[in-house]
Each structure stands twice: as C-alpha cells, then as structure tokens.
C-alpha cells in the first residue's frame, strides 16, 4: 500500500514538472524572451542564490503601438531547482522543483519592433520572492507599464501637420 502511494506520488511530480515545462514551451516567443531576460538577470545577480525555472503566467498585458511596435507586460513565477546556480538545464528530471525556497514573483514590461525587445525604453525586469511581494510594488509594476505605453511618443494620424 505504501510503495503504491509512493509511486502515486512521484507520479503526480514527474507530471507537474513536465506540465510546467510545457507552460514555458507554449509561450509565444515574445513572452520567452521576456522570461529569459529575468532569468538572464536573476543568475548575474550576487544575492539569487539558486537556478530558477519558469512555472507559470499569472498575468499578460499587450499593447499595439501601431508600425509593429507593441509593449508587454508579463508576471509570472519562477520555482528554483535543485540545479546549481548558472545551469542552463531545462529538463525537469534533471533539475527538478524545490519544495523548501519560496517561489520568485516577477514582471517584465518591454517594447518590441517586429519581433525583437527594443532597448528603448530600457526593459523592466522586476523580481523578488513571492511573500516579500508588496502591494505598492504590484501597482509600481503595472504603472511603469502604463507609462511606458503612455510616454511611447509614438506618432498618430491626428498629430501630423501638413
């Protein structure tokens, strides 16, 4: 009975780490580069103490500039791994889930040209442990998007003089 519940059990986690996997690979590539921008940052960062992988999307916000520029907001978690820090190993049997770290809350906002990040305005990578995650920082997230769509500057029919 016990070996029949243990299997159970490690059953349901290979299918979790599987299923996350196929979270990250059913992202549109847009919303991956914007994942791997904070991942980028989280492993140069002398604090981040683990290797991360992407767990799932909690929000995604897409705004049309108009000739092909668009910006994204994307929050989504990280679960670290028992991976060491500055793995690129993506495969869950590898590198499973921790259990005992909590998971890392992040928000990426960043304007795209065709299908690449533009470097102006800087992309906004902000990432930090879930139950250190404020109520001003989830509205500082949202409002730095809103400005960036708002600030674009971006030309309009009806401000053109002729």
């Known amino acids: 009975m016990a070996a029949g519940l243990l299997l159970l059990v490690c ?19 847009i919303y991956k580069k914007g994942v791997d921008l904070a991942m ?7 604090r981040v103490q683990h290797h991360y992988r992407f767990l799932r999307t ?3 916000l ?8 668009r910006y994204f907001y994307h929050h989504f978690y ?19 889930y921790r259990n005992d770290r909590p998971l890392m809350d992040c928000a990426v906002c960043y304007k795209t040209s065709g299908e ?11 990432c ?10 989830k509205k500082a997230r949202l409002d730095h998007y809103k400005k960036m769509v708002y600030h674009s ?3 309009t029919l009806l401000a053109v003089k002729t």
């Open 153 to 155: 500057g971006a030309p």
């Open 40 to 46: 980028q940052q989280l492993s140069t960062h002398a």
């Open 78 to 96: 990280l679960k670290p791994t028992r991976c060491p820090k500055g793995t690129t190993e993506t495969d869950p049997q590898r590198c499973p």
């Open 62 to 69: 897409e705004t049309e500039g108009g000739f092909g520029v």
């Open 128 to 137: 930090i442990q879930k139950p250190r995650l404020t109520e001003e920082m």
């Open 11 to 29: 059953a349901v986690a290979v299918l979790y780490s599987a299923e996350a996997q196929d979270s990250y690979n059913g992202l549109p590539e």
């Open 58 to 60: 909690v929000e995604k």
């Open 116 to 126: 690449q990040i533009e470097a102006q305005p800087n992309p906004y990578v902000h």
